[in-house]
């Protein structure tokens, strides 16, 4: 990777299914410790694209990634000194669309011609994001041809073929590893080419890239630029008298506007994906999860994300995918190993909470935007996702929702947000036995039965399915805290396990049951002071689980770690309990840590103290970024202004803190047409 200092940092650029990974000098050179590549549905079509100037890769003198949907390389050769004179640059514009295109231009500053061997090496392991993931080997066989001007890159396996097109608009020298240039440039002379790379699936390769747009073009994709600034435009606008809120705001827009995704299988309009690199595609839960954040701010991804889901629900049962009719999807690949059957994600099933939230969206989503007709066109898949969760989700008959994966050899262990193999144990480090009923699935299932009861009463003409769904929302409330408090701890348990043991490790979970209402108010405040607690709360955010459990560790992923978006859910839970001061002043810290990450909260960070780190200190592989880690920041301004829809007026109530001064958000949507909000800080945080 040579000696350049900026050439270690990532740039990501991205279109839906198809995105680039580069470092900052737009080399892609992909390695186990580096997942660089361009990716389209789920293949890597380029695991190698180096440009060298006669031999050596050119230093960055500047990155420009401020647009999701294209980036600008700034180069220079190394000059061997401290002192950076060398007499020509180079300029790197790179666009994605169904590949990516590139225009190259070679600069000569000095006052004499020059002459130099200008070369581009291209390779494709066509690598599946599980093999990536995972180091595996390919199965099938590479080929290469050289054919109409360009170079052809290709895998074959059965009937499933893959191709990389390689063209220039200047006419190279192309050989089996890429393209060739031999330039005289004059003095202050200029030489320039378009570079395009297309992704074939089975022979078929669209252009969204190259002539379309010209060289030159300073907006290579016009299109997306004004997808953007339709996006911006139409969002509530915020203003701040604490300076980083209204960057970190508009970053969350702008990284939620890129994570947008649709097949073109399912259901026109878009819905978020999960996160770069590893979950560009349908993920239920984190669609779900991020759609609800969003609702404030752009409620179209809400209708979207119902819809597709409603339409990949399941139908029957089927051990291998985990599916069951009425249970919300997990996840959706288009790979290599999920064609061959390798993996199960054709699509996947293997979540326990995306049918009960898919039912908490569908209700807060006609809650906010009045939109009736939403809610009658989805009634029968309500209705078969009710059927799921009394029917198929509990296992062993016991009232609860559980989990236990039937594909043994591929599933998921755990299949809760914390999906982790090691996330769901005792306080003592050991593990809990399957199926598991985690703690915050029932809060799931609670809120769902009481929102649907509202939904069977108003829209579906069924006043009997409302009444039966109130009595069993109470019944369950009423069950599980008996069941799950641990009274000598004061605080709920984690899970019940297999053998039907409280699984005693306190956690992060106890404040998604605040959120979802089914904590019984006398035990509300034990929650609360567990949650700001110094063994939870890291003073960034609230940790996964607590220091001093047997399993705590502060960059475990889903055992010390802090995760944005759970904390947005949190402080929503405080603050529906009535806990204002405690929910601004988790809010407060993770927007404060935002601040560390270019206003770009990353999947999740180290639960490290903040008086041990003084800054947070990023997890290794998060995504970044991630939808619902993108979401959280929106979230999290809902709480603290106490936005509620109530019929058709939006309730304001804020709580902030006071350093973040004076806060408006202009020109709200939904059922009501547009509203603002005003708050002004005025709570102390200790």
Not at 250 to 273: I, N, Q
Request: hydrophobic share 40%; charged share 25%.
């Amino acid at each position: 990777m040579g000696d350049d200092p900026m050439a270690r940092a990532t740039v990501q650029i991205l279109d839906g299914s198809t995105f680039v990974v580069s470092d900052a000098r737009g080399e892609v050179d992909a390695s186990p410790a580096e997942p660089h590549g361009l990716f389209h549905r789920d293949t890597r079509f380029l695991s190698r694209w180096s440009l060298t100037i006669d031999g050596t890769v050119p230093n960055a003198l500047s990155t420009d990634d401020l647009h999701y949907f294209s980036a600008q390389f700034f180069l220079v050769p190394g000059t061997g000194t401290v002192y950076v004179d060398a007499p020509l640059s180079v300029i790197r514009k790179r666009s994605v669309g169904n590949g990516f295109h590139e225009d190259l231009t070679v600069l000569n500053h000095g006052a004499e011609p020059i002459d130099l061997d200008v070369r581009i090496d291209a390779a494709s392991d066509f690598a599946d994001l599980f093999e990536v993931k995972d180091a595996l080997a390919k199965k099938g066989e590479y080929y290469h041809r050289i054919e109409g001007g360009r170079l052809v890159l290709g895998y074959r396996r059965e009937r499933f073929v893959r191709e990389t097109w390689i063209s220039a608009s200047a006419l190279p020298e192309i050989d089996e590893r890429g393209l060739s240039y031999r330039l005289h440039l004059e003095p202050h002379g200029e030489w320039s080419t378009c570079l395009d790379v297309v992704a074939a699936v089975d022979g078929t390769g669209e252009t969204h890239t190259g002539t379309k747009y010209g060289h030159g073009d300073d907006r290579a994709k016009p299109e997306m630029q004004l997808s953007l600034d339709e996006w911006l435009s139409t969002a509530p606008r915020l203003a701040c008298d604490w300076p980083p809120l209204a960057r970190i705001y508009e970053r969350s827009l702008v990284d939620l506007a890129a994570l947008r995704f649709s097949l073109r299988v399912l259901p026109g309009g878009a819905l978020p994906a999960a996160g770069l690199p590893w979950f560009m595609t349908i993920f239920g839960r984190d669609s779900l999860l991020t759609s609800l954040q969003a609702l404030p701010f752009a409620s179209e991804l809400a209708a979207t994300t119902l819809r597709v889901l409603a339409a990949t629900q399941g139908t029957r049962v089927d051990d291998f995918r985990d599916e069951q009719p009425g249970k919300i999807v997990h996840e959706i690949r288009l790979g290599e190993m999920t064609a061959f059957e390798e993996r199960p994600h054709s699509p996947y099933f293997g979540t326990a909470d995306a049918t009960p939230l898919f039912l908490v969206l569908l209700d807060e989503t006609e809650r906010w935007t009045g939109d009736a007709q939403l809610v009658r066109d989805l009634e029968d898949e309500a209705r078969a996702a009710l059927a799921w969760i009394d029917e198929y989700g509990d296992s062993n008959g016991d009232g609860y929702l559980d989990y236990e994966r039937r594909n043994k050899e591929t599933g998921l262990e755990n299949q809760c947000w914390k999906d982790s193999w090691n996330s769901i144990i005792f306080a003592d480090g050991s593990m809990s036995r399957l199926p598991r009923a985690t703690c915050e699935l029932q809060g799931y299932v609670y809120d769902a039965k009481i929102r649907s009861a509202r939904l069977a009463r108003e829209f579906w003409d069924d006043p009997a399915l409302a009444d039966r769904l109130e009595r069993e929302a109470a019944e369950l409330k009423r069950r599980f805290n008996v069941d799950f408090w641990l009274a000598d701890r004061e605080f709920f348990a984690l899970a019940i396990d297999g053998d039907g043991r409280q699984v005693d490790s306190l956690t992060s979970n106890i404040g998604h049951l605040l959120w979802s209402g089914i904590v019984d108010d006398d035990k509300a405040d034990a929650c609360a002071r567990h949650l700001l607690g110094d063994r939870l709360f890291s003073g960034w955010g609230v940790r996964t689980m607590a220091v001093g459990e047997g399993g705590y560790n502060p960059i475990g992923y889903h055992v010390g770690t802090v995760w944005p978006h759970d904390n947005s859910l949190i402080a929503w839970g405080l603050a529906r309990y009535g806990y204002r001061a405690e929910a601004a002043r988790i809010a407060l810290g993770i927007l404060e840590s935002a601040e560390y990450f270019s206003g770009r909260l990353p999947e999740a960070f180290a639960g490290y103290p903040r008086a041990l780190t003084a800054f947070p200190v990023e997890y290794p592989t998060a995504c970044s970024p991630q939808a619902w880690a993108t979401g959280a920041p929106l979230l999290l301004l809902r709480a603290l202004l106490g936005l509620e829809p109530v019929g058709d007026r939006l309730l304001v109530d804020p709580a902030l803190p006071q350093s973040l001064g004076r806060l408006e958000l202009l020109d709200i949507p939904g059922r009501w047409g547009r509203v603002d909000a005003f708050g002004r800080g005025r709570l102390k945080m200790t």
